[in-house]
C-alpha cells in the first residue's frame, strides 16, 4: 500500500504538493475560505499547472476525500489479511491510524474538516457509500473474531466499530491540538485492552 506523500514521479510530486496546500487550507480556513489563487502561491505550483490537473477547487477536494477514503479502505484490508489473532489485529489498526496522523497531520485535520462543512456541500454525499464500506469492513472483523471466540458471542459488531471508531477519533483529535506526541504503540495496546477486556476486569 502506498503512503501518502510518497512521490514516484515529477507528476505525482506536484500534485502532492498541491494536496498539502489544499488539505492545510481547507483545514484551517473550510472549503469557500480557500481559493486557487491561494493555492497556487502557497504550494509553489503555478496557476496553469494545477488547473492542467485539476479543473476546479470541487476536483481538488474530491479527490482528496477519495484518496483518503481508499488509503484507508486499502488499510483495513491488510489488516484484515493478516495472519494474526483478531485482537492484534485491532492493535495493529489503531496503531497505523495513530501513525498516519503524526506523519500527516494537515491531512488529518482536513478529514476531520469534513464533519463540519460535509452538510455544506452536497457533492461530498456519495462518499457517504465508502465511509459506510470501510465501516462493514471493520465489523465484519469484529464478527470473525466473535465467531471465532476471540470475543464475547453476544458482542454487537456494528457498535463495537463505531465505538472503535469513536476512540480513534477522540485521541486522534488531542494529538492534533497537543504539542506533544500523544499517540503511541503503547497507548494503541492498552486502548484495544479495555475495549476488549471491558470495565469488570
Not at 504550494?43 to 482528496?64: A, D, F, R
Not at 504539542?179 to 504503540?185: A, H, R, Y
Not at 492498552?190 to 476488549?196: H, K
Given at each position: 500500500m502506498q503512503d501518502w506523500g510518497e512521490n514516484p514521479n515529477c507528476e505525482q510530486d506536484t500534485k502532492t504538493k498541491i494536496f498539502q496546500v489544499a488539505a492545510r487550507l481547507i483545514a484551517e480556513k473550510g472549503y469557500n475560505g480557500v481559493s486557487m489563487?491561494?493555492?497556487?502561491?502557497?504550494?509553489?505550483?503555478?496557476?496553469?499547472?494545477?488547473?492542467?490537473?485539476?479543473?476546479?477547487?470541487?476536483?481538488?477536494?474530491?479527490?482528496?476525500?477519495?484518496?483518503?477514503?481508499?488509503?484507508?479502505?486499502?488499510?483495513l484490508k491488510e489488516i484484515e489479511a493478516l495472519d494474526m489473532p483478531f485482537k492484534a489485529r485491532l492493535v495493529q489498526l489503531m496503531k497505523k491510524n495513530f501513525r498516519l496522523c503524526l506523519k500527516h497531520p494537515d491531512f488529518t485535520k482536513f478529514f476531520f474538516s469534513l464533519f463540519t462543512f460535509a452538510d455544506a456541500m452536497p457533492f461530498l454525499r456519495k462518499f457517504a457509500l465508502k465511509v459506510e464500506e470501510n465501516g462493514k469492513i471493520l465489523s465484519a472483523m469484529i464478527q470473525k473474531g466473535i465467531d471465532a471466540g476471540e470475543f464475547g458471542a453476544s458482542a454487537n459488531p456494528v457498535?463495537?466499530?463505531?465505538?472503535?471508531?469513536?476512540?480513534?477519533?477522540?485521541?486522534?483529535?488531542?494529538?492534533?491540538?497537543?504539542?506533544?506526541?500523544?499517540?503511541?504503540?503503547?497507548?494503541?495496546?492498552?486502548?484495544?485492552?479495555?475495549?476488549?477486556?471491558?470495565?469488570?476486569?
Open positions: 489563487r491561494e493555492i497556487s502561491e502557497q504550494s509553489g505550483v503555478s496557476k496553469p499547472t494545477i488547473y492542467y490537473y485539476y479543473k476546479s477547487k470541487e476536483e481538488i477536494y474530491k479527490e482528496l476525500v477519495n484518496v483518503g477514503l481508499n488509503y484507508v479502505f486499502e488499510m457498535l463495537a466499530a463505531e465505538i472503535i471508531g469513536g476512540v480513534l477519533a477522540h485521541f486522534i483529535w488531542r494529538q492534533l491540538n497537543s504539542e506533544k506526541v500523544i499517540l503511541t504503540d503503547k497507548l494503541a495496546e492498552d486502548v484495544v485492552e479495555i475495549l476488549f477486556k471491558g470495565l469488570n476486569e
